[in-house]
T-cell receptor, first 110, second 113 residues
Framework: QKEVEQNSGPLSVPEGAIASLNCTYS??????FFWYRQYSGKSPELIMS????GDKEDGRFTAQLNKASQYVSLLIRDSQPSDSATYLC??????????FGSGTRLQVQP | DVKVTQSSRYLVKRTGEKVFLECVQD?????MFWYRQDPGLGLRLIYF???????EKGDIPEGYSVSREKKERFSLILESASTNQTSMYLC????????????FGSGTRLTVV
């Protein structure tokens, strides 16, 4: 079983809709969780971090963490074509380095 | 802003060559990392370092080595390049892996022919 799993997509949503991206992880000791956005041909950039159960909001982005169920999600409200990218979930599994999922490709249709 | 600079954007090397990929960060971060990214496989950790002259193996260290002689510089070395090492190589740094996430360099796309 992979340590961090994401649906590869593509996830296609119309402009203005809510995009919901999900990630599950296998290590119960994980404490820190991150979402990165990666545009085609570019390197990943950090967009959200979350450490406690519940929701964390930053502008149009909301990260949700449920440690009991071992999942973390990212909601993007009012999706824009510029949000089209691959979204990577990353988890600190306690070894001083992050483990990444393989990413979900999001397509926002104008 | 933290800046992580990778010396080459594109490299083409021949099988068997020794290849050096350089990474420099300018924010006095303790931790530095090397990942490779391949389609469908995501980012896989090769090596990381949490202090000068310290290194730890990641998930796929075979065929690679690293050097960290100064805090700001972390080099990835392909001892004898092979075609299966054709990939995008990403360097990252962080002051603290558990709380701040990473800042990535722009990547080096290496092709081994």
């Amino acid at each position: 079983q992979k340590e961090v799993e994401q649906n590869s997509g593509p996830l296609s949503v119309p402009e203005g809709a809510i995009a919901s991206l999900n990630c599950t992880y296998s290590d119960r000791v994980s404490q820190s969780f991150f979402w990165y956005r990666q545009y085609s041909g570019k390197s990943p950039e950090l967009i959200m971090s979350i450490y406690s159960n519940g929701d964390k909001e930053d502008g149009r982005f909301t990260a949700q963490l449920n440690k009991a169920s071992q999942y973390v999600s990212l909601l993007i409200r009012d999706s824009q074509p510029s949000d089209s990218a691959t979204y990577l979930c990353a988890v600190d599994t306690g070894r001083r380095a992050l483990t990444f999922g393989s990413g979900t490709r999001l397509q926002v249709q104008p | 802003d933290v800046k992580v600079t990778q010396s080459s954007r594109y490299l083409v090397k021949r099988t068997g060559e020794k290849v050096f990929l350089e990474c420099v960060q300018d924010m006095d971060h303790e931790n530095m990392f090397w990942y490779r990214q391949d389609p469908g496989l995501g980012l896989r950790l090769i090596y990381f370092s949490y202090d000068v002259k310290m290194k730890e193996k990641g998930d796929i260290p075979e065929g690679y080595s690293v050097s960290r002689e100064k805090k700001e510089r972390f080099s990835l070395i392909l001892e004898s390049a092979s075609t299966n090492q054709t990939s995008m190589y990403l360097c990252a740094s962080s002051p603290d892996t558990t709380n701040y996430g990473y800042t990535f360099g722009s990547g080096t796309r290496l092709t081994v022919v």
